[in-house]
C-alpha cells in the first residue's frame, strides 16, 4: 500500500502565501509524474500544477507566475509554493503520484486533500 500525505493548507489573506507538502510512503519502487489538484466549493477538480521525474512542469493557467512546484526525490516528497494568493485559490488542494509499486505494478495516488482558504 501506497500513503500520500499532505499538509501546509490554511487560511490566509489576500496576497499572502503557503506552501504546500506531500510526502508519499509504503511500498515504492519509483514514482512517475506527481501534481496537485483543487477542488472548490461547487466546482469539478481541476488541475493546478505537474511536475515530471525531469523536473519538467506544467501550470494551470489561473496560477502561473504564482504557483511554483518542486519535487524532493530522495525524499518522495512535492511541493507547491503559493503567492499572492486571491480567494478564488479557496479550495481543497489534493496530492497525486504516479507510482511503480513493482515491475508489474504502476498505479495513481491520492492524498486526503489539505484545506487552503484565501480571505479578502
Known amino acids: 500500500q501506497v500513503q500520500l500525505v499532505e499538509s501546509g493548507g490554511g487560511l490566509v489573506q489576500a496576497g499572502g502565501s503557503l506552501r504546500l507538502s506531500c510526502a508519499a510512503s509504503?511500498?515504492?519502487?519509483?514514482?512517475?509524474?506527481m501534481g496537485w489538484y483543487r477542488r472548490a466549493p461547487g466546482k469539478e477538480r481541476e488541475l493546478v500544477a505537474t511536475?515530471?521525474?525531469?523536473?519538467?512542469?506544467n501550470y494551470a493557467d489561473s496560477v502561473k507566475g504564482r504557483f511554483t512546484i518542486s519535487r524532493d526525490g530522495p525524499w518522495n516528497m512535492v511541493y507547491l509554493q503559493m503567492n499572492n494568493l486571491k480567494p478564488q485559490d479557496t479550495a481543497i488542494y489534493y496530492c497525486?503520484?504516479?507510482?511503480?509499486?513493482?515491475?508489474?505494478?504502476?498505479?495513481?495516488?491520492w492524498g486526503q486533500g489539505t484545506q487552503v482558504t484565501v480571505s479578502s
Open positions: 497525486t503520484a504516479e507510482i511503480r509499486e513493482t515491475v508489474a505494478i504502476i498505479q495513481r495516488y
Open positions: 509504503g511500498r515504492i519502487s519509483s514514482i512517475n509524474n
Open positions: 511536475i515530471t521525474t525531469g523536473t519538467s512542469t
